[in-house]
């Protein structure tokens, strides 16, 4: 067995995060084994860890035993690596015809699930039975760092070590690994019965209706009153992270009384170094075991790293066309997946391929967004086990209005640290300790903030598409949730076929914010932009669909479908000229507007200062006066 390894086998090795990890515990665990410090013909039995990919176990014991300093000339008369099917204890791959177990001329790794899946006969022929351990943090900052993934802390990766290892495999694939991401795969576990189920849960609104009907027609299904291609059965979910797509997908297997099974595109992509084959039979495999399951449902993340055809360009279009192409006759409604829910997730659904959008693939879209007041102070309450009074807890929750339910959770999970170091029981002081440090806003930011909402609410009130606008500021926000000062409310009355006249009147409620400032303060400041769904990102977007989508430009061109430009689209060179005409043009319309009603803006803006939160009726102002347009 050769424990030094070339630098073109290491360099192959560091694509595999999974692999990598089960190298680095295969290692530790068979170092202090003699016949394997002497490189001598011996049988080693490998228990691995509850949930560990066999996969990467069995590529990595591989590497080990066949001699990792020369991998492409290997004689396989000399080592083999065998796998042990979970229930009877038998090989099930590897094994050569006639041989007996514990026998061997060679050196030679048995892969068991547990001790009980171990032949007696082989446990007792073993040289050595060893007990893999799973990888620790300091692994998980290691290869991470080797695959060239983006880095990641200490404390970061050993709450990675803290999960399953069903989980661990989605996650450290990931390319870029959030702090939200990992608080919704948190308490993910792969068997139904741990943790809560979807009625359990408060939130998740938008899809109730489709998970209700759901669980009725499985039971249907399992009492044969139905057949399975009957069942409404594939959704895509949306919204920002943290926002509990994860914990969605975890709650709905347990309601199902299914098997979850969890991975991600990036997952699939770091298989074997990303290669073509490697990632197609990556993705077949994650469907062959939710097939395999008698009932699963296979979550997805980052759905739209699959791709969309019509956007595929350069040179990878035979590569990225055979991954969606792959994708959509795995998810065909007339393949094989009796007893599959599929659930794919994303933060940018119009991305996604049309095809897989479609009835009978991922039919349905659901958006779930931040929780409503109601809904923050029940999902706080439910991580904290209904130890302190929600109506307590809507006191503290009422003022958390950007908050995600990955915040929410890791609150409640601070508090209790809180109240058992304190040694005593939970109270609502120990929820309040574990919010973020309030800052509160200078008076001269709560004016500003004041003038910049009550611009947006007289020019949408002006634009004849809104008729009331509730506007409101923060005296304060608390760090590291929230950036936003204040907030418009409104519903816009809009044509049913969207025309020149109300996407000009979106973009110039956009930029009215930004006018209003130098109207009442003098000058303006960088609250319209600076992120992606700002003021001033959302104006460009729209601004950019009016030339490049509906010919409302200098020429009647159409150059791409209105989906691909969103709040991440750059558009071409060419065009922005036109953008800038566009954005300037009623940039200055709303300034105007507002700068001829001077008095009624800044009078409003006084009342919001005072009040924080107010309601404007457009029949109730004084009629704006119209500059011209």
Do not use: C
């Not at 800038?580 to 803006?605: F, G, H, T």
Request: net charge neutral.
């Amino acid at each position: 067995m050769k424990h030094k390894i070339r630098r073109r086998v290491f360099d192959e090795m560091i694509r595999h995060p999974m692999r990598m990890l089960a190298y680095f515990s295969l290692r530790a665990a068979l170092r202090n084994v003699p016949a394997v410090r002497l490189n001598r013909n011996a049988v080693i039995v490998a228990v691995m860890p509850p949930g560990a990919s066999v996969a990467s176990y069995e590529k990595a014991a591989a590497l080990l035993v066949r001699g990792a300093d020369e991998p492409f000339n290997v004689d396989p008369f000399r080592s083999s690596v065998r796998v042990l099917d979970g229930a009877s204890g038998r090989k099930s791959k590897g094994s050569t015809p006639g041989e007996e177990p514990g026998i061997s001329d060679r050196q030679t790794i048995y892969l068991a699930h547990s001790l009980e899946a171990i032949d007696p006969v082989l446990r007792f022929a073993a040289d050595a039975i060893v007990h893999l351990k799973k990888p620790t943090a300091d692994h998980f900052v290691a290869a991470r760092k080797l695959a060239h993934r983006r880095p990641i802390s200490k404390q970061m990766a050993e709450r990675i070590a803290a999960l399953d290892m069903e989980v661990i495999g989605a996650v450290i694939g990931k390319g870029s690994l959030k702090d939200s991401d990992l608080r919704e795969f948190e308490g993910m576990r792969r068997k139904p019965a741990d943790g809560p189920r979807l009625g359990e849960l408060p939130g998740f609104a938008a899809a109730r209706a489709w998970t209700d009907a759901l669980v009725k027609d499985v039971g249907h299904w399992r009492s044969r009153t139905i057949p399975w291609g009957a069942v409404n059965r594939g959704a895509i979910i949306s919204g920002p992270p943290g926002t509990g797509k994860t914990l969605f997908a975890s709650a709905l297997a347990r309601s199902l009384g299914f098997k979850l099974i969890a991975t991600s595109v990036g997952a699939w992509q770091s298989s074997e170094g990303g290669h073509l084959g490697s990632m197609l039979r990556a993705m077949r495999a994650s469907f062959a075991e939710a097939r395999a399951a008698n009932g699963a449902v296979l979550f997805i993340d980052e759905i739209e790293a699959i791709g969309d055809r019509e956007r595929i360009a350069g040179d990878y279009i035979y590569y990225e066309t055979s991954i969606v192409t792959q994708l959509l006759e795995l998810t065909d409604g007339s393949s094989d997946l009796e007893g599959v829910v599929i659930i794919a997730a994303t933060n940018y659904p119009e991305r996604v391929d049309p095809a897989l959008r479609r009835s009978g693939r991922f039919g349905n879209h659901f958006r779930f967004g931040l929780p409503s007041g109601d809904e923050r102070a029940q999902i706080l309450a439910l991580h904290l086990d209904h130890l302190v009074d929600v109506d307590e807890i809507r006191s503290i929750t009422d003022h958390l209005d950007d908050i995600t339910q990955a915040d929410l959770e890791f609150i409640a999970l601070q508090a209790k640290s809180n109240a058992r170091h304190a040694e005593r029981a939970l109270s609502i002081e120990d929820i309040s300790a574990a919010l973020p440090a309030r800052v509160d806003l200078p008076e001269e930011a709560l004016l500003r903030a004041s003038a910049h909402e009550i611009g947006h609410a007289l020019i949408a009130l002006n634009s004849g598409y809104v008729s009331s606008v509730t506007a409101s500021v923060r005296e304060s926000v608390r760090q590291g949730l929230s950036l936003s000062y204040g907030l418009v409310e409104y519903e816009w009355d809009a044509p049913l076929i969207p025309t020149e006249k109300f996407l000009l009147a979106k973009i110039r409620v956009a930029l009215a914010g930004m006018a209003a400032e130098e109207v009442l303060v003098g000058d303006r400041s960088v609250g319209a932009g600076g992120t992606k769904g700002s003021d001033l990102n959302e104006a460009t977007m729209l601004a950019s669909r009016m030339i490049e989508s509906y010919g409302f430009g200098k020429n009647l061109r159409f150059m791409r479908p209105a989906r691909w430009i969103d709040e991440s689209y750059t558009p071409p060179p060419e065009i922005w000229p036109e953008i800038d005409q566009i954005l300037q043009k009623e940039y200055r319309s709303a300034r105007d507007m507002l700068a001829k009603n001077r008095e009624q803006v800044a009078k409003l803006a006084a009342e919001l200062y005072l009040d924080k939160r107010i309601l404007i009726e457009r029949d109730k102002v004084q009629p704006t006066k119209s500059a011209r347009h």
